[in-house]
């Protein structure tokens, strides 16, 4: 999994509890020895998992073929700089001898 932090190299020193019904944790427990590993470890890798999954698709900026077009117009054709930005890099350039 691509940037996430790994959990088998560093010690674990952080508790995380939680709250489940019976049924809850039967089920899981279940789970955990169908695929060959303890409970924690499927909760973990489970959880970490999810985690990664819900931190890229807040990372990544999704356009629409109209929004991708615009944007590399805009990269490729930039606009002419306002007075504003013209004055203060002309200012910049008189203040750093340029």
């Known amino acids: 999994m691509p940037n996430t932090p790994e959990t088998h190299d560093k ?6 509890e939680a ?3 019976s049924d809850q944790k039967d089920f899981f ?9 303890t409970l924690s470890e499927l909760v973990i890798d489970s959880t970490q998992e999810a985690a990664a999954k819900i931190v890229q698709e807040h990372e990544i900026i999704r356009l629409s ?3 991708q077009v ?6 490729l054709t930039p606009a002419e ?5 013209k004055k203060a890099v002309e200012s910049y350039r008189q203040k ?3």
């Open 70 to 75: 615009a944007f590399v117009s805009t990269l």
């Open 29 to 37: 427990q279940r789970a955990a020895t169908l695929t060959g590993r």
């Open 96 to 98: 750093a001898g340029l």
């Open 65 to 67: 073929r109209e929004e």
């Open 19 to 21: 709250r489940v019904s």
């Open 81 to 85: 700089p306002g007075a504003r930005l």
């Open 11 to 16: 010690p674990r020193n952080a508790r995380l």
